[in-house]
T-cell receptor
Framework: GAVVSQHPSRVICKSGTSVKIECRSL??????MFWYRQFPKQSLMLMAT?????????EQGVEKDKFLINHASLTLSTLTVTSAHPEDSSFYIC???????????FGPGTRLTVL | GENVEQHPSTLSVQEGDSAVIKCTYS??????FPWYKQELGKRPQLIID?????GEKKDQRIAVTLNKTAKHFSLHITETQPEDSAVYFC??????????FGKGTRLSVIA
């Protein structure tokens, strides 16, 4: 149980384009999902907390207009990187917590490369 | 907010020896402390967790200890094997708040 999927696993795009990443909890409902970014050889940095049916909460320094988050249902959250630039190239990972709290389970991650 | 410190940043052990990774946290309200193992290019995998009402938890070769008074918790891996080589992250949270991660420990088990 507690499986989280993420799509796509890898994306390469040109500078200035937008990229949408989907995060799904496959066998549980999650009122809260989290989006992280991980640069090479570094820890996971929380970008935002996504709550179903309400606006996401962004961490300090994360531009909400650049990283659009939509939590449309109890099993789906999306992150859209708008007008991507090379410095946005990173490993983006989502996680979800089952309703009632407890452990966070991570998706497999999306490696974004912006040329 | 919460701040989690993790040590050491790198750790090399001989196969069969034990490995210990230590973390400290700052927020006394934190009550959930998971440990994740991340292999290169893959997602972090939860390997063990502990809650503040428990002092120690063990799962085969892996154990975690928690000292709430001192605000530190540790991961112990016994009889290490080459497949234990990975980056290990500790984390802390309270209730439904986001996990705050340590900076990670790169463990190398030398055969």
């Amino acid at each position: 149980g507690a499986v989280v999927s993420q799509h796509p696993s890898r994306v390469i795009c040109k500078s200035g384009t937008s990229v949408k990443i989907e995060c799904r909890s496959l066998d549980f409902q999650a009122t809260t999902m989290f989006w992280y970014r991980q640069f090479p050889k570094q820890s996971l940095m929380l970008m935002a907390t996504s709550n179903e049916g309400s606006k996401a909460t962004y961490e300090q320094g994360v531009e909400k207009d650049k990283f659009l988050i939509n939590h449309a249902s109890l099993t789906l959250s999306t992150l859209t990187v708008t007008s991507a630039h090379p410095e946005d190239s990173s490993f983006y990972i989502c996680s979800a917590t089952p309703m009632g709290g407890g452990a966070q389970y991570f998706g497999p991650g999306t490696r974004l490369t912006v040329l | 907010g919460e701040n989690v410190e993790q040590h050491p940043s790198t750790l090399s052990v001989q196969e069969g020896d034990s490995a210990v990774i230590k973390c400290t946290y700052s927020d006394s309200a934190s009550n959930y402390f998971p440990w994740y193992k991340q292999e290169l290019g893959k997602r972090p995998q939860l390997i063990i967790d502990i809650r503040s009402n428990v002092g120690e938890k063990k799962d085969q070769r892996i154990a975690v200890t928690l000292n709430k008074t001192a605000k530190h918790f540790s991961l112990h891996i016994t009889e290490t094997q080459p497949e234990d080589s990975a980056v290990y992250f500790c984390a802390a949270s309270s209730g439904n708040t986001p996990l705050v991660f340590g900076k990670g420990t790169r463990l190398s088990v030398i055969a």
